[in-house]
Every structure is written in structure tokens, then in C-alpha cells.
């Protein structure tokens, strides 16, 4: 019954159950949760408070390992956390999965918790099971206004080499790559461990405004990946023509080959792309450029019948 009170923050019917007494005030439920940590996930001050007083135990975690204070970082609840941690709840205690209260509330998007519970002392180096920060997780949220309070400085990428930036991007965060930006801290053309730089995700997830943002702080717009695909190689396949016209006004050479000898006018061709194909022609691309087969974007536009591709390229001069 008193659990039942604390799930539905039931003030009055836990004041009188313990005004009554003889219960149990840590009676754990199937799935091991507390009346504690029923009224902390609820965000139930009151109740909370009443519980620690009659003596509730605030270290005890449920079958996932979770405690009260989880749950009270997951609700952002910043005088919970304080009445839990007066008695004895642990700031950096971990559940099955490694999170710690700081990377919950930092996951629930839950600002000020954040911000209390490194006041307090909370460890911000700490990384789950899957190798993320509290500071990995507050990046993927947009959480501006605390990302460079939970920043590791010793830590300068993920566990797949993801700097904060590639985090960002990947996101499409673009407050946050911004602002990351302003602040001067980033290697702009860092590659993760699979060769991605920023710029290369923004483009992988077809996000224009974060490639115009990247190519105007500096990026290198002809980086590759190991595959030799560029970040126009992208645009071309994708046939992006927003993104495409960003990267040639920032520099983008537009007969980079991939390791298949493949240019950006050759994908653009062989899927189709026609306005695609205009840009790239219009700002110089090599209509006659062939790949590993020894096929032109002529071949590819021929063979699949884009009979307006095939007229472009024979009036831009290319070779049968």
C-alpha cells in the first residue's frame, strides 16, 4: 500500500501510514524498488522528505541497480537530490549499465540537476557500458548552457574517436557545433577512427545549414575518407544540390576520385542527377574523367537512358 502511495504521490495516505507505523519503510516491490525510490522518481518532495525522516534508507538500488537518486536525476528534480545526498546516497554510484545520476540527468536533458550535481562533486570523467560521458550525452541533447561545465579537458575523444564536434554534427546539433566553434576548441578536420570528419557527417546526414556553418569556420572540403569519398562525393550521390553548391563555393574540387575512380559528375550521372550534373559541369567538373572500369559519366548516363544527363555532357563536350 505505501508503495502505491508513493507511485501516484499520494501525500496524505503516506502521512498516514507512517503516523499509523509498523511498516516497512525500505519493502522492496518485484522489480526491487523502494517507496523512496518511488517518490524520488515522481519528483515528490514532500514525500521524500516524510520517507528520510522515518528513517528510509536512501543507498538502496532496485534489480537494475538503479537508486533513488536516479531517479531523481532522471526527473531533474534538483531538492530531491539535495535531501538524498544529506542522507547518505551515492553521487557516483552506477547502475547496470555504468550510468552514474550525473550521465541521467545529463541523458533526460535535465540542465540544472547537472549543474547541482557537479556542485556537489559528482565525477563528470566517469563513461557508461557503452563508453559515454555525461558530457557525450549532454552534446547529443543540445544542452548548451552546461556542455562546458561537463566537459572532460583530459579527454579528448570517444571510444570510436569522435571528438565533441563529430558528436554534435552527427546529432545535427547545430546550436551546439556553434558554439563549440565560438569557443575555439575544436579541431575543425579531425578524423574519428573510421576516417569521418565533421564536415563528412554533416554531409553523410545531408544537414546543409551544419555544412555551411563547418565551411565557414574553415573546414577542409576536399578531406576524404579512406574509400577516397569526399564530402562532394556525398552531395553528388545523395544529389543534394544545396549542399553540393555550399561545398563548390567553399572550395570543393569537383574531380576528386574515390578508390573506384569514381569523380562526384560520374555518381551524379550514373543515378540520375540532373541539376546535380548542371552544377557540377557549371563549375568545372571534367565531363570526360573516367573511373576504374574506364566508364565516363557519358557511359553511365547512356547505359541507364537519362537522355537530358546524356545532352548535357555531349553540349559540355563529352566524348563518346
Excluded: W
Excluded at 557500458?129 to 570517444?158: C, K, P, W
Excluded at 574517436?161 to 579531425?190: K, M, P
Excluded at 578508390?259 to 543515378?271: F, H, K, N, V, Y
Amino acid at each position: 500500500m505505501l508503495l502505491t502511495a508513493c507511485k501516484n504521490g499520494q501525500k496524505g495516505v503516506v502521512q498516514a501510514f507512517l503516523k499509523k507505523g509498523g511498516i516497512q519503510l525500505d519493502k522492496r516491490d518485484a522489480q526491487g524498488a523502494t517507496p523512496l525510490y518511488y517518490a524520488s522518481a515522481k519528483g515528490s518532495r514532500d514525500i521524500v522528505k516524510l520517507l528520510l525522516d522515518a528513517g528510509a534508507d536512501a543507498s538502496i538500488a532496485d534489480n537494475q541497480s538503479r537508486t533513488a537518486l536516479h531517479m531523481a536525476c532522471q526527473a531533474g528534480n534538483r531538492d530531491i537530490i539535495r535531501l538524498l545526498y544529506d542522507q547518505g546516497a551515492e553521487l557516483d554510484g552506477t547502475d547496470r549499465e555504468g550510468r552514474t545520476p550525473l550521465i541521467y540527468a545529463a541523458r533526460c536533458g535535465k540542465s540544472e540537476a547537472c549543474r547541482f550535481l557537479l556542485e556537489l562533486g559528482a565525477d563528470k570523467t566517469l563513461t557508461d557500458e557503452d563508453g559515454h560521458n555525461a558530457f557525450d550525452y549532454a552534446v547529443s541533447n543540445g544542452m548548451r548552457d552546461v556542455i562546458a561545465l561537463l566537459e572532460d579537458e583530459q579527454r579528448q575523444t570517444d571510444h570510436v574517436g569522435n571528438t565533441t564536434l563529430h558528436q554534435a554534427c552527427y546529432q545535427n546539433q547545430s546550436e551546439v557545433v556553434e558554439a563549440l566553434i565560438r569557443a575555439g576548441r575544436v579541431n575543425l578536420d579531425a578524423p574519428n577512427d573510421e576516417g569521418y570528419t565533421p564536415l563528412l557527417m554533416a554531409c553523410q546526414n545531408q544537414n546543409v545549414y551544419l555544412v555551411e556553418i563547418l565551411l565557414k569556420a574553415g573546414a577542409d572540403p576536399n578531406r576524404k575518407l579512406l574509400d577516397g569519398f569526399s564530402p562532394l562525393h556525398y552531395a553528388a550521390l545523395g544529389g543534394n544540390y544545396a549542399i553540393a553548391r555550399a561545398l563548390l563555393l567553399g572550395g570543393a574540387d569537383g574531380n576528386l576520385r574515390n578508390q573506384d575512380g569514381e569523380t562526384p559528375l560520374i555518381l551524379a550521372a550514373r543515378d540520375g542527377h540532373n541539376d546535380m550534373m548542371a552544377l557540377l559541369i557549371e563549375n568545372g567538373a571534367d565531363v570526360n574523367l573516367m573511373d576504374n572500369l574506364q566508364h565516363s559519366a557519358l557511359y553511365y548516363a547512356t547505359e541507364n537512358g537519362f537522355t537530358e544527363i546524356v545532352e548535357q555532357l555531349l553540349m559540355a563536350g563529352a566524348e563518346g
